[in-house]
């Protein structure tokens, strides 16, 4: 990876990003692009030299990516941590969790200018599904299901998932397949919506379970620790 070229685009999509964020995104990338049976070494002077910083900017961000789990430190080395599909499976479940906890209490709280922009961010979401672009899909999925958590007005919860929000953007990239039925997940965002126009949060909720519990490469462990809710209550729901 050449990281320095990596820092420059960087800062180029974000102009106003502090460097240490955007050593931390960088690096960030390319844990995320790692073999979950890799053991690939961060060398932080080599990495500081190509990116023509100091080591400091750089110690920093490998400690924040440590901090959410993305890092490990062995035998004075930093290391990329495998991926566990049993962990991600953890991680899914309690963010099906938080989201479902979520979203009930948006449907009772959230205005109508929220649900219209929570409308609008389904459409770019849809968007980015029918144009194939994985960055594009992971960005979108991050902004629609975090928009419906911030809007629940419970600080408590809001935080303890933007505190797994690393966590879950390693677990989506690292298990993330080619997706073939576009069309389905695109339902299931648009139940969503539709579930919150209609302010039923219990319908709500089954229908974030419905979505997560169809995670790739995850969904049998899901399925088993989430109630799944019938597919014909829901449409009757909100129909």
Do not use: W
Not at 79 to 91: L, M, R
Not at 95 to 108: G, P, V
Not at 160 to 180: V, W
């Amino acid at each position: 990876m050449e990281f320095g070229l990596c820092l420059e685009r960087e800062f180029n999509a974000h102009p106003f990003i502090s460097l240490s964020d955007a050593v931390y995104n960088v690096i960030f990338k390319f844990a995320a692009c790692q073999h979950s049976d890799s053991e690939t070494r961060l060398n932080i002077s080599a990495i500081a030299k190509e990116m023509n910083i100091s080591r400091t900017p750089v110690f920093a961000a490998v400690q924040r990516l440590e901090a959410d789990g993305i890092v490990c430190f062995v035998d004075k080395k930093f290391f990329i941590s495998p991926f566990n599909e049993d962990e991600g499976a953890k991680i899914h479940v309690l963010r099906a969790k938080l989201e479902a906890d979520a979203i009930r209490k948006t449907a009772l709280y959230a205005d109508a200018g929220d649900i219209k922009r929570i409308l609008f961010l389904n459409q770019k979401l849809r968007a980015a599904y029918l144009a194939g672009c994985t960055e594009s899909i992971l960005a979108r999925e991050t902004e629609f299901h975090s928009s419906i958590v911030r809007l629940c007005r419970n600080p408590y919860l809001i935080s303890a998932y933007e505190q797994l929000l690393p966590q879950i953007s390693r677990c989506q990239k690292a298990t993330l397949i080619p997706i073939e039925n576009t069309e389905r997940i695109n339902q299931q965002h648009d139940l969503i919506t539709r579930a919150l126009r209609f302010r039923n949060p219990e319908v709500c909720a089954a229908a974030v379970l419905e979505h997560l519990s169809s995670a790739p490469a995850i969904s049998g462990q899901l399925k088993k620790l989430c109630t799944k809710p019938e597919p014909s209550k829901l449409k009757e729901n909100y129909q």
